[in-house]
């Protein structure tokens, strides 16, 4: 953490040294005619929005998803992972029935090696160029939010998932510009990368509302590579906490082929959202997806102890 906050500390513009009068300036949209809408929750409603900042929408079934895993490959460059936690992988807007796009809005594509390459994921799909321009962070930074930055470290903002690169979130914007609560449109006096910003705070505030360990723990289902798990054990555990059955992903083939995958390594929290993806509220609803796991004989691996940190301490 202090090492953080230190290699963090090299990229403070001067005068944000200068505390006393500080002052950030917002990213906050302009939703003041959404007071005239009527309001309904995301997926619920035949009725379709009418103003598109109000409410996310057509992607109103917005996944706050997590990986486990168990190393990451850069220790040596200081890439730890977070004790007692899962790590962010992102905020996704699906459409109703689970299905979904990205790279929405190619004017801010942020990416350097887009995936997939094309708006589709298929060969006939709109091309989606490799972004080359400044990273993500230094958006970030234009907004002075040093803390954005060592929130990603910390909880490591996945996708690209283990990279060197200081700032994690390139990828994760990708589904912003599908989410019409961050249209340009719907910011005042629209500074640029502002949406970049609000959606980093929204997508951390999504994170927080699952947390994921926490929730499996409240039942004893803790990291452990003595004892294996099944499926409806996890299931149950987020379930008496959320209402909801989230989706668990599996990797690894064990017994069974690719029916025995059994190594549990992600988790999407399904929600439809009433007002907008940056301060509505999110019910959490059942996956639309069935589980990649087996039903039984899922392991929840401990993680290498030299591959995390306790992140929990002052600095
Ligand atoms: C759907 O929207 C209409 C129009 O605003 C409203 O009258 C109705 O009560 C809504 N239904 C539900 C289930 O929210
Ligand atoms: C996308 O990637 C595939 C596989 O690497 C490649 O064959 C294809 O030419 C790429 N398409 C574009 C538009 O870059
Ligand atoms: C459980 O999974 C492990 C692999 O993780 C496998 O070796 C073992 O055979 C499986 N046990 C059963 C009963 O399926
Ligand atoms: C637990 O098992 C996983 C998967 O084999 C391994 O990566 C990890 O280092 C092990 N953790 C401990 C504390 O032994």
């Known amino acids: 953490m202090a090492v953080v906050l230190f290699t963090a500390s090299l990229f403070v513009p001067s005068i944000l040294c200068a505390q006393a009068g500080l002052s950030l300036p917002n990213t906050i949209p302009n939703f003041a005619s959404c007071v005239n809408e009527p309001l309904f929750y995301s997926c619920e409603n035949t009725t379709a929005f009418t103003n598109t900042c109000c409410s996310p929408t057509p992607g109103g079934l917005v996944l706050q998803t997590q990986f486990w895993d168990t190393y990451t490959g850069l220790e040596k460059q200081g890439q730890l992972l977070p004790k007692n936690s899962w790590t962010i992988h992102g905020l996704w807007p699906d459409f109703c029935d689970g299905s979904f796009t990205q790279y929405c809005d190619l004017s801010r594509q942020y990416d350097p090696s887009p995936s997939p390459n094309t708006t589709t994921g298929k060969p006939g799909g709109t091309p989606v160029p490799p972004y080359t321009g400044p990273g993500v962070d230094t958006f970030v930074l234009e907004f002075g939010r040093i803390d954005l930055l060592d929130f990603s470290d910390e909880q490591i903002l996945d996708q690209p998932r283990f990279s060197q690169q200081r700032f994690l979130g390139t990828r994760v914007f990708k589904h912003a510009t599908c989410t019409s609560t961050f249209d340009i449109a719907c910011y005042a006096n629209y500074r640029k990368h502002e949406d970049v910003v609000n959606f980093f705070d929204a997508t951390i505030r999504a994170y927080k509302m699952f947390p994921t360990y926490e929730l499996l723990a409240t039942a004893g289902i803790i ?47 399904f929600n439809h959202v009433l007002g907008s993806e940056q301060y509505g509220h999110f019910k959490p609803i059942d996956s639309t997806t069935p589980s990649t796991c087996s039903p039984t004989n899922i392991s929840y691996f401990e993680r290498t102890t030299t591959s995390e940190r306790e992140v929990r301490v002052f600095p």
Request: proline share 4%; net charge positive.
């Open 223 to 269: 990291p452990s590579n003595k004892t294996t798990y099944t499926l409806s054990q996890l299931q149950n555990a987020v379930k008496t906490q959320t209402g909801a059955v989230p989706f668990f992903g599996c990797g690894g083939i064990g017994a069974g082929g690719s029916a025995g995958r059994n190594i549990l390594n992600e988790v999407w929290h």
